[in-house]
């Protein structure tokens, strides 16, 4: 993704982490349902502290405590 910012020291536009919750590629932005999400770990807030709602889809886990309910996400928040 070109437009990724990178938070292991690469350049923006390196390329995607691979799941390790270094860059913003996987972005989501949760409408609803937020509290079926597992809680964000500290550099997941720190990376999205401008955006709130946004969560990193490869550091999230649906049904988080064995909840259950619906959620809405928008894929690939920043073409909105």
């Given at each position: 993704?070109?437009?990724?910012?990178?938070?292991?020291?690469?350049?923006?536009?390196?390329?995607?982490?691979?799941?390790?919750?270094?860059?913003?590629?996987?972005?989501?932005?949760?409408?609803?349902?937020?509290?079926?999400?597992?809680?964000?770990?500290?550099?997941?807030?720190?990376?999205?502290?401008?955006t709130?709602?946004?969560?990193?889809?490869?550091?999230s886990?649906?049904?988080?405590?064995?909840?259950?309910?619906?959620?809405?996400?928008?894929?690939?928040?920043?073409?909105?």
């Amino acid at each position: 993704d070109p437009l990724a910012q990178r938070y292991d020291g690469k350049p923006t536009g390196s390329g995607n982490c691979g799941s390790g919750g270094l860059c913003r590629t996987c972005a989501i932005s949760v409408r609803n349902g937020g509290d079926l999400l597992s809680p964000p770990k500290e550099n997941e807030k720190k990376m999205l502290e401008a955006t709130p709602r946004w969560r990193l889809a490869c550091k999230s886990w649906v049904g988080y405590g064995m909840k259950e309910g619906e959620i809405t996400i928008d894929v690939n928040p920043r073409q909105w």
